[in-house]
């Protein structure tokens, strides 16, 4: 019972964790929004409200009375889903993160002008792959005779270094926690088989103590 209230705590923290960053994230933060989109951000929500609701249900489900393991078997499923959906958004994530170059230099693409040149200013950087690559001109990139001086074999000079270094680091931290939720939840799945099986072996033999008038076995 120990192990399984400490796994449940972790449970709780990795809810409001989830929970926490998502709302965290959404500030206005034209890097950040860019590495992780609205639709990112409600995956992370929908999540963590659903390990803080099976924590809900595991305080429920424990506080039974020994005999009735129905909640625990509820409890159960509830991990088998939420395994589920850890595993589909740190999967979502972790294959975004193989073509990151090309991911952002769509995103960039997408980007308005005055998001692209605020990006070169905090990099500065000009353009995404070179200096043709949709560099705005104004701030560092002061105008066209100065991007095309830029040289083209220190890639910092254009953004899609310093942008995907960013991303990289943003989401491979992000899928390796969400992953890192799938031990809780596994584990705490194990442990509740264990308290739902030691239930039953005590049920069983409080029946069998009970018909040999009370007395223990030894």
Not at 10 to 37: D, T
Not at 67 to 83: C, E, F, M, P, S
Not at 96 to 121: G, V
Request: charged share 15%; with cysteine; aromatic share 10%.
């Amino acid at each position: 019972m120990g192990v399984w209230v400490a796994l449940d705590v972790l449970l709780l923290v990795a809810g409001i964790v989830a929970l926490a960053l998502s709302i965290v994230w959404r500030a206005p933060n034209i890097l950040m929004n860019m590495v992780l989109s609205s639709a990112d951000l409600t995956a992370g929500t929908v999540l963590g409200v659903a390990l803080i609701v099976t924590f809900v249900l595991s305080v429920g489900a424990i506080i039974q009375r020994k005999h009735v393991t129905i909640g625990l078997v509820i409890l159960n499923y509830a991990l088998l889903i939420d395994a589920i959906a850890i595993l589909v958004i740190g999967t979502f994530v972790w294959f975004f993160t193989l073509k990151e170059r090309d991911n952002f230099h769509k995103l960039w693409l997408e980007a308005t002008p005055a998001t692209r040149l605020t990006l070169q200013d905090q990099f500065k950087c000009c353009g995404y792959f070179n200096g043709t690559d949709l560099a705005e001109i104004g701030g560092f990139c002061q105008s066209q005779d100065f991007v095309n001086k830029l040289d083209p074999s220190v890639t910092t000079n254009f953004c899609v270094t310093p942008v995907t270094g960013f991303a990289d680091v943003t989401l491979n931290n992000i899928f390796t926690t969400v992953y890192g939720f799938m031990a809780i939840v596994l584990c705490l799945l194990l442990a509740s088989l264990c308290v739902i099986k030691k239930r039953q072996e005590d049920e069983r033999f409080k029946k069998i103590d009970a018909k040999r008038g009370g007395r223990g076995f030894v």
